[in-house]
């Protein structure tokens, strides 16, 4: 089970946090890992007539701070009484400077409450996608309204082996940490475990156009053979799992598969609303070897079409752009 030793959680004091504070001093808790409470307060810049960094600008930074490190002290006092918490307030923008706290910090997790967005139909604002892209250990955001313990969980792997050998064995890795964290999330929650692989046969399209009169039959057979191949690999994936498991803890958890034929961007969003997931354990990046390579364009896609947390996972090797100075 996946287990974690120091973990950052970043609040808003503007805004209700109970439900990231309440996830991050659980599993803290249930851990016995470090927990650190951290708010970011927007650099002042300069008014007009106003030197940069002068006293005026200066003076009022300091003022601004002064209050958040108090607001912050009052919200996590209570929460002191069943662990040792650490709190940090810092200036800059919000993702950078949770980004430079993990850095700083080696923080194996940030847990945070997503981004208010009354005038947007999605959950996740352009700090938290940035979060997303760059943080680089997991990132949980966690819905405000979300129920706890949570019922379901769904997790999306990628299992298609139509990838360099090297690619292949990082995202067979990055499922292998995409589940274990699944599981570990659904045992200790005592929540329903569903996993899901989204497939396509590529160029059957093609196939059935116009130009290339392949036969019905033939068009069949290839899709049966895309699918049983997927079939196989994601049987593999589980059987892994079972392995690390146990058998009666495998059998106790009873994760329910779902090989769904279509586009991920589509169909996991689509399964996310029928089984009115909780939360969605996924990756979000596509490959690794380039320092900060963006979100692959299918995870920053299923993201804005998702109204449930997200437990989001970076694979071996991501490095991010961040430094620890501007």
Not at 210 to 227: D, G, K, L, N, S
Not at 229 to 251: F, K, P, V
């Amino acid at each position: 089970m996946t287990i974690f030793k120091d973990i950052l959680c970043a609040v808003d004091i503007r805004e209700d946090c109970t439900a990231a504070i309440e996830r991050a001093v659980t599993l803290a808790e249930n851990n016995q890992a470090r927990l650190t409470i951290i708010d970011v307060v927007d650099r002042i810049a300069a008014g007009i007539g106003m030197p940069d960094g002068g006293p005026i600008s200066a003076d009022l930074q300091s003022e601004i701070q002064a209050t958040h490190v108090r607001e912050l002290e009052k919200l996590v006092d209570s929460y002191r009484q069943r662990i040792p918490i650490k709190t940090s307030v810092r200036n800059g923008t919000c993702f950078l400077e949770i980004i430079r706290q993990v850095l700083s910090d080696g923080h194996d997790l940030v847990i945070k409450a997503p981004e208010k967005l009354a005038w947007l139909d999605r959950l996740f604002g352009s700090d938290d996608m940035n979060l997303l892209r760059e943080c680089p250990c997991p990132v949980w955001l966690v819905k405000p309204q979300e129920e706890k313990p949570y019922g379901r969980i769904l997790a999306a792997v990628d299992v298609d082996d139509a990838y360099p050998p090297a690619e292949r064995n990082t995202r067979h890795t990055l499922n292998q940490q995409i589940l274990e964290m699944a599981v570990s999330l659904a045992l200790s929650d005592f929540a329903e475990l569903y996993i899901v692989h989204a497939w396509q046969a590529i160029g059957e399209s093609a196939m059935r156009g116009a130009f290339m009169h392949t036969p019905e039959a033939e068009i069949v057979a290839y899709v049966e053979q895309v699918r049983r191949r997927h079939e196989t690999s994601l049987n593999e994936l589980m059987r892994g799992i079972t392995g690390t498991l146990g058998q009666d803890a495998a059998e106790y958890l009873n994760p329910r598969t779902h090989l769904v034929k279509g586009w991920a961007r589509k169909e996991i969003p689509t399964l996310a609303k029928q089984l009115k997931a909780d939360v969605i354990v996924m990756g979000t990046v596509a490959r690794t070897g380039v320092p900060g390579f963006i979100m692959g364009n299918t995870a920053e896609m299923i993201l804005n079409q998702i109204d449930c947390s997200v437990l989001a996972i970076k694979p071996p090797g991501f490095e991010t752009p961040v430094t620890l100075t501007d």
